[in-house]
């Protein structure tokens, strides 16, 4: 039996994060409606240019060629009180019974009543849509995922289809028309997801962060669930044949085993242990401010098919809003038709927990896009809406963007590439994302924090936790559309987010922070002080001193300069020093109010550091790993722990 020296730590930090409690329920207050009248509406022609409607008591929406047209509308929202959960109407009085396909987008750009068409707005995401109106009745679009709390929202009323519809403005005199309004139903806020004391901040509630367009998605690898055999941690697979050398006949040997890290083990359950799992695992994301999973789809049979609907499952159980992201993997699934590829996915369609946007279009985002041509995946869509009746909207990640994002631009309302995992690679973010929206595509960015691969015999340095902030930092200011976490447990990639026995959660934590500030626009204010420490177990250049290994991890090419440093990453309310005791001698650093990292040269021996203000200690935090001059394989992973999960 395998046996770790830590495993008794890492077996009560697992219970710790696996039985956190949530946050308290709170009694339900009665929803509270407010009706917000049109402050601005008019509409636009192509036909007439120049022309200036806003005394026209009626909009008009047609998408024909040479003939555009669309209404425009404003709604000054106040009354609603911070953090509440806002579900948000718009209704339109419709002149005509038509069966215009018109979609509401957000304006991204100023216009009064008077604008013209040749001054006309720039127009964001469609936030809602709706098919057929009917002369004389009041027609409902849900804006939901728009319409936030109090401020200011100005919307374009596009047709997409259909003839032109005609819709009464607030000028409307005609006997029972019915100006253009904003109808707001909101309940209380929800007390924040998870309880206040792992984190340097407040999580806002669950609905304020779904609020968001931005999306943050994990990417979900089906090889690696929390337990592939229900077995105690100690015993499991992970431990007997992933983890141990001698593994699965000796087949990783020269490598030193097929994995470094695994899920936080668990006890054996009872029941559909399986299912039970994945609902653990999308609470713990879902907790995190997580959108949902895009999942990896290696097969359309086998157990990676089963595990996929299994997960699907596990988010209507859990919630519904937690969203699945449909993922071909084009390696698995070179050898597949378009047809057959159309089946499974609107197999999986029919579920309501997989993902599709406002206009009720399948989002599918394939892996490696690239592995088959623009006219295959055209014939995919082509399938999909004709046989299935469910229209795509495509959002290729590719190993290699700028070489194919013209090519594929016409199919695609989105693009990602599978990115890299080391600051010295991260220079191209702000381009691929220009290049993206110069195309009118949004952008997911991969945000990564580390990548080792034994049995490829490579890995990517990076910096502590300096890869993860950077990949952060670069798709907030670089204006990324959605975000993909590279990986929540692929951890043959050693890329994983998920709370494991290396990171214990650490890196997950510093995600929710950085989500927060993607997704609201602010930084989030630091209220209690926090400490993250990082380290690798060995020095990059270090051999193990014994053991089968013979294959042995090298710096991928390009990657930055492989270094041996303790990180002390600190979110502090004000300044303070660090004091820390790494291998046994004490080093001491200043450091101002905010984020600070402070790096010390890696030893052998255990490591810890405290936060110390006027003479109090406010957050500390011990590594549970010791740095050794001997160990059985090489292992290039930074371990992680947080003062936010230590007793």
């Given at each position: ?46 036909t007439s240019p120049t022309a200036d409607h806003a005394d026209f008591t009626w909009m008009s929406a047609f998408n024909g060629a040479g003939n555009e047209r669309f ?17 948000a109407t718009l209704e339109i009085h419709s002149v005509r019974t038509t069966d215009t396909a018109l979609a509401v987008r957000k304006t991204t750009s100023a216009w ?72 707001i139903t909101y309940s209380a806020a929800e007390k924040p997801p998870v309880p206040a004391g792992p984190l340097p901040f407040d999580l806002p509630s669950i609905s ?440």
């Open positions: 039996m395998l046996r770790k020296p830590w495993l008794s730590a890492v077996m009560a930090m697992a219970v710790a994060i696996m039985s956190a409690p949530a946050a308290p329920a709170q009694a339900a207050a009665e929803p509270k409606t407010v009706t917000v009248q049109a402050s601005a509406d008019t509409y636009v022609s192509e209404g425009l509308v404003r709604f000054n929202v106040t009354g609603v009180p911070e953090g509440a959960e806002v579900k009064d009543e008077h604008v013209l068409y040749t001054n006309r707005p720039t127009l964001g995401a469609t936030v809602g849509a709706k098919t057929g109106f009917t002369a004389g009745q009041q027609a409902k679009i849900d804006l939901s995922g728009a319409v936030t709390g109090d401020g200011t929202y100005a919307f374009a009323l596009t047709s997409t289809g259909g003839v032109q519809g005609v819709f009464h403005s607030s000028r409307a005199t005609a006997t029972g028309a019915v100006p253009p309004r904003l109808v304020t962060l779904r609020a968001s367009e931005k999306k943050v998605f994990a990417h979900y690898f089906t090889p690696y669930p929390i337990s592939l055999d229900n077995k105690a941690g100690a015993e499991d697979y992970y431990a007997r044949n992933y983890l141990n050398p001698a593994g699965e006949s000796g087949k990783h040997a020269a490598y030193g085993g097929l994995l470094r890290d695994r899920p936080l083990p668990r006890a054996p359950k009872t029941g559909d242990w399986q299912l039970a799992d994945m609902e653990s695992e999308i609470r713990l994301a879902r907790t995190a401010g997580l959108d949902g999973f895009t999942v990896d789809i290696l097969s359309l049979t086998s157990q990676h098919w089963t595990r996929l609907k299994l997960l699907v499952q596990a988010a209507k159980n859990v919630d519904p809003g937690f969203k699945i992201v449909l993922m071909p993997d084009m390696n698995g699934l070179k050898g597949v038709t378009p047809t057959q590829l159309a089946a499974s996915m609107a197999e999986l369609a029919q579920n309501s927990t997989v993902y599709r946007l406002a206009d009720k279009r399948l989002v599918v985002s394939p892996f490696k896009a690239e592995n088959q041509p623009v006219s295959w995946w055209k014939e995919f869509m082509d399938v999909m809406q004709s046989k299935h009746g469910v229209k795509v909207a495509f959002v290729p990640v590719f190993l290699n963007f700028s070489t194919h994002a013209k090519a594929y631009a016409p199919i695609s309302y989105g693009f990602s590439n599978w990115g890299n995992r080391s600051p010295a690679q991260q220079a191209g973010i702000a381009s691929n994302i220009n290049l993206a929206h110069d195309l009118g595509k949004i952008w997911m960015q991969p945000v990564s924090v580390q990548d080792e691969r034994p049995n490829q015999g490579v890995y990517d340095e990076a910096n502590n936790t300096e890869n993860l902030r950077l990949t952060w930092d670069k798709s907030i200011t670089g204006g990324a559309d959605w975000v993909q976490l590279t990986t929540w447990n692929d951890f043959s990639e050693g890329t994983q987010f998920t709370p494991s026995t290396h990171n214990g959660g650490a890196y997950l934590d510093l995600t929710s922070y950085y989500l927060t500030k993607f997704k609201t626009g602010k930084t989030p204010p630091i209220v209690r002080d926090t400490v993250y420490l990082t380290h690798r177990l060995q020095k990059a250049a270090q051999r193990p001193s014994g053991g089968a290994q013979t294959k042995f991890m090298v710096p991928r090419g390009g990657t930055s300069t492989p270094r041996d440093t303790v990180e002390v990453l600190a979110f502090l309310t004000g300044a303070a020093t660090v004091q820390a005791a790494i291998g046994g001698t004490a080093k001491k650093a200043d450091v101002a109010a905010g984020i600070t990292a402070t790096t010390f040269p890696l030893v052998y021996g255990k490591h810890s550091a405290s936060i110390v203000r006027a003479g109090k200690t406010t957050a500390k935090v011990v590594s549970p790993f010791e740095v050794k001059a001997s160990l059985p394989n090489q292992d290039l992973q930074y371990v992680a722990a947080t003062s936010g999960r230590q007793s």
